[in-house]
């Protein structure tokens, strides 16, 4: 990570910058493939920060910003359009082609790696992991023929919902949304094949009672990979304790995301806050990070570029968190689900 940034000076101290330095940091939702889709984002030139209040919609990071920050490990979002009919699923295909173009065009910067090993051994070589992240059964149509193709390229987890709903589930929030909904009958069988698969399954935008099907009995760790608690802020894509709990039980992580109106204002002391809720709840061990940064929303100001990340630290460090507890929630409590799901 080297020296910080000049908006970091006197607001991080030494032991906050040596916890940050050493930690293997894994955000399990960052949006650069939806941003260099619609808006050509070079993701290897370091762009000047989203100078916008809130810094709104995108410019939050790129791979020279994200050295600054020491982030390890990026979850990319696969965003596809959910009203584009019989080509949904090629929506999906033109997305993941775009990932492979990146991680040739920046081969000595990234690298694939959908394993806690590959992580850790692209930390090792000097490069930034990162796996995909499909937000939205939509993307697969009612079908399971792309799967295979895709965990080929990549597809570590797959969100069975984003704002719209679809033939697997119902939303929490956005078109078709309703609390009470469970899975479909196809629903049923995706989260079957991606057990079988050991393609984790993410509940982050899914309804309440998706969730809690989802969760109830299962013997596999789900994710969240991107959400709020609403005992700390109330919003409509935060989850409440219970919601909590059923993920911690069964082993899997909760990732806080960064998104203002989600997590209510105070910036990366608020975030903490959210973070030190789940911790306090259910253990750090269910604690990890879900930025959804280029995610076409609005950020705090602390946090508005990936290289200011070492504030998160100092804000966890000030609510008396150790180094081993950042480093578990920034990044260990996510490789240990990987590893029991998906193994070496």
Known sequence: MGALIPALAGRVSAEAQAVHEAALIVDLHCDLL?????????????????????????????????RLGNVGCLGLGVVTNPFAGPWREAHGDLIFRRLGEKLTRH??????????????????DGRIACF???????????????LPRWQDQGLTYVG????????????MVGL?????????????????????????????????????????????????????????????????????????????????????????????AQVARHMDHIKRLVGVQHCALGSDWEGFAVYPDDLRSADRLP??????????????????????????????VRGG
């Open 34 to 66: 939806l941003t260099s889709g619609l808006l050509g984002w070079d993701w290897g030139r370091q762009h000047r920060e989203n100078p916008l209040p809130f810094a709104p919609l995108f410019g939050h990071c790129d791979l020279p910003r994200l």
């Open 160 to 171: 069975l919902a984003h704002f719209t709903q679809n033939e697997a589930v119902r939303p």
């Open 176 to 268: 078709g949304a309703c609390a009470t909904t469970p899975l479909t009958d196809y629903g049923r069988e995706l989260v079957r094949e991606l057990d079988r698969r050991r393609i984790l399954v993410d509940v982050a935008h899914l309804n309440r009672a998706g969730v809690e099907e989802v969760c109830r009995g299962s013997t596999t760790p789900r994710i969240c990979s991107h959400t709020a608690c609403t005992a700390v802020h109330p919003s409509p894509r935060g989850i409440d304790d219970a919601q909590i709990r059923l993920i911690a039980e069964t082993g899997g992580v909760i990732g806080v995301i960064f998104v203002t109106p989600f997590i209510g204002p105070g910036g990366a």
């Open 311 to 340: 504030l998160l630290t100092q804000a966890l460090l000030d609510l008396g968190w150790t180094a081993d507890e950042v480093h578990m929630a920034y990044g260990e409590s996510f490789l240990r689900v990987l590893n029991e």
């Open 107 to 124: 081969s000595t910067e990234l690298r694939l790696a959908t394993t806690a090993q590959g992580i850790r051994t692209a930390r090792r």
């Open 132 to 146: 995909a992240g499909l937000e939205g059964a939509h993307a697969l149509a009612g079908r399971l023929d792309a």
